[in-house]
């Protein structure tokens, strides 16, 4: 058995009165000089930190990626640069909408983030298990996460503003597709894919650059609770995401994913009939085939949830040599926003947090600010240059120039040439990706979510909506109107005469 440890105080002071107060005899008042008692009290009034604004109910595991296939003809990241090489990581998952006490089962998109802790430094990648999004300019993110939380008035979800704001942005199709299908509901975080979801760019030795997109898919094969089956879980367990993954890696039984990658050159990107920076749409795997680049296994759980997962803090901005960013302009807006949440919620110090530390050598000038523990450079120069130390900047890491489309400045619109097609994708995920029983499923929840609209504007809400299910497919549609009880004549009249809505 292991020596006994002393009770103490946060300074280490041994105490022994840990459940009593001190008090003017046995019913007098409490003595304020019982500073245990203020010291708990206190540090339990702040023991909450804010909580995440979104992907604030989440789950994580440590593990290892492992390289299998050659990808340095795209890439000098060192993460890559040898078959069978290690990396130790972490894997974030999560759902967007929701609070930290809801429902592991909500419908909703599953945040899928990763810390890769290399040796040039932590790499994140942060996505979902979806491969689009709802939006795909920043400006608007704050108006969507609005319509997600909780209506300013009755303090409840509303199906009124999400299905407002969606009918009012046809982009949010093709995401709002995927959501309502059972993808909408996977079976806990093993059983689904995850995607870097946006566009970013690789550079090899030859500071040759290409755009490459992200894949993660999961060997536990898919599988998604329906919708009825989601809701019956919420009520038997709403922890059940967290509490599948904890048990199936305390048990041996790791999950693992394969990391492929989509690679388009820089001159096929400028003849794609999509924008290949709209975070809305999808690459074509026929046109560009997934390259097998390694695998990703969780094998190491948290030892404690709050240190190690609600401290844990992701952001795109973190790139590694070999790999960069993209015009894509959701990326653009989260490269400033992902940090400056983490600055707020952690502290500026917050990637000294052992979670989030880099493993190797970190040398720069940032001193001072709360909570730093690291010894805030000793007695060393807190700027550059100087005459003191030996930190120079490595001109290996001389930072490719990115080709700019334009050198005029302005307000464009956010649907540029060949962007306003906001329907093909959707209408191919119907046709081609979904079987029959997804297809039903699907309807089945966009008509239970729809249903919920209220008030004075819900047949423009419904009307305009189903306008964009019928621009995707008429079949789709008229599926849909009909469930609901809508004339379906009236409807398609509504499509021909209605512009779309920008």
């Not at 009593?20 to 046995?26: F, I, L, Y």
């Not at 898919?222 to 919420?234: G, H, S, Y």
């Not at 009880?485 to 005469?497: D, K, L, P």
């Amino acid at each position: 058995m292991s020596e006994e440890k002393k009770l103490t105080t946060a300074s280490g002071i041994p105490y022994y009165h840990h459940e009593d107060t001190q008090s003017a005899g046995p019913r007098g008042p409490l003595l304020l000089q019982d500073f245990i008692l203020h010291e708990k009290m206190a540090h339990f009034n702040r023991e909450r930190i804010p909580e995440r604004v979104v992907h604030a109910k989440g789950s994580a595991a440590y593990g290892t990626f492992t390289v299998t296939h050659d990808i340095s003809k795209y890439t000098r990241a060192k993460i890559f640069n040898q078959i069978g090489k290690k990396t130790r990581l972490i894997l974030r998952f999560s759902t967007v909408g929701g609070e930290k006490g809801s429902a592991d089962t909500e419908r909703d998109p599953r945040g899928f983030a990763l810390k890769f802790y290399t040796e040039d430094g932590n790499w994140d990648l942060v996505g979902n298990n979806t491969p689009v999004f709802f939006i795909k300019d920043p400006k608007k993110f704050s108006d969507f996460i609005h319509t997600q939380k909780r209506d300013p008035r009755t303090n409840t979800k509303s199906p009124t503003m999400t299905w407002d704001f969606w009918s009012l942005n046809p982009e949010s199709l093709h995401q709002v597709m995927f959501l309502m299908s059972d993808r909408g509901t996977p079976y806990g975080y093993r059983h689904m894919h995850g995607f870097g979801s946006h566009t970013f760019s690789m550079i090899n030795d030859k500071n040759e650059q290409v755009w490459v997109k992200f894949h993660f898919k999961t060997e536990q094969g898919i599988k998604n609770f329906t919708n009825e089956e989601a809701i019956r879980m919420k009520g038997e367990d709403p922890d059940f995401a967290q509490r599948d993954l904890l048990e199936a890696i305390d048990n041996g039984n790791f999950p693992r994913w394969q990391m492929k990658i989509q690679v388009m050159t820089i001159e096929e990107a400028k003849t794609y009939r999509y924008n290949p920076f709209d975070l809305t749409k999808t690459w074509s795997q026929k046109e560009f085939p997934l390259i097998d680049v390694g695998v990703l296994e969780l094998n190491e759980n948290p030892r404690n949830y709050f240190a190690e997962v609600e401290q844990a803090a992701f952001a795109p901005a973190h790139v590694v040599d070999g790999i960069s960013y993209s015009p894509d302009k959701m990326l653009q807006g989260r490269l400033l926003s992902y940090p400056d949440a983490h600055r707020y919620r952690l502290g500026v110090n917050y990637e000294q947090i052992p979670v989030n530390r880099c493993p190797y050598a970190v040398n720069n000038y940032e001193r001072d600010g709360a909570m730093r523990v690291d010894g805030n450079g000793e007695s060393n120069p807190n700027y550059f240059p100087n005459s003191f130390d030996n930190i120079r900047p490595d001109e290996a890491y001389r930072g490719r120039p990115m080709e700019l489309e334009s050198l005029t400045a302005d307000w464009y619109d956010r649907n540029g040439e060949g962007e306003n097609d906001h329907y093909s994708q959707p209408g191919i995920f119907w046709r081609e990706v979904l079987s029959a029983e997804d297809k039903k499923n699907l309807v089945s929840n966009v008509v239970a979510a729809m249903s919920g609209i209220a008030g004075p504007k819900r047949a423009d809400i419904i009307n305009r909506q189903l306008c964009h299910f019928f621009r995707a497919d008429i079949g789709l549609g008229m599926a849909i109107a009909q469930a609901l009880g809508i004339n379906v004549e009236q409807a398609m009249g509504s499509v021909r005469h209605e512009q779309p809505v920008r």
